[in-house]
């Protein structure tokens, strides 16, 4: 069964960096889509940013040019640096892990990580 631990939020200031680090194990068949969520209070969850096993990116609009999504396929890790962080980033940020089984895609999730950016 697969498993994601992720690593990395905390506080910081506004105009501030963090990087969010992912590690996925327990995987029998191939990872697809690796990303990351974010949910802030009394908010839904959104997608930040996920990457392909290809490397295809997608990005939420309001991160383009501050985050950056990247992947190493033969650690099943996916990392998420965060530049020019503001408070609207503040969340709980969640790993998202897909996994290609024979039936059809799994989705494993992180147990999330705070990040709470000051102004």
């Known amino acids: 069964q697969v498993q994601v631990k992720e690593s990395g939020g905390g506080l910081v200031q506004a105009g501030g960096s963090l990087r969010l680090s992912c590690a996925a194990s327990g995987i029998i068949f191939s990872i697809d889509g690796m990303g990351w969520y974010r949910q802030a209070p009394g908010k839904q969850r959104e997608l930040v940013a996920l990457i392909l096993s290809g490397g295809t990116t997608n990005y939420q609009e309001s991160v383009k040019g501050r985050f950056t999504i990247s992947r190493d396929n033969a650690k099943n890790t996916v990392l998420l640096q965060m530049n020019s962080l503001k408070p609207e980033d503040t969340a709980v940020y969640y790993c998202?892990?897909?996994?290609?089984?024979?039936?059809?895609?799994?989705?494993?999730w992180g147990q999330g990580t705070l990040v709470t950016v000051s102004s």
């Open positions: 998202y892990v897909e996994e290609a089984q024979p039936g059809g895609y799994v989705e494993v």
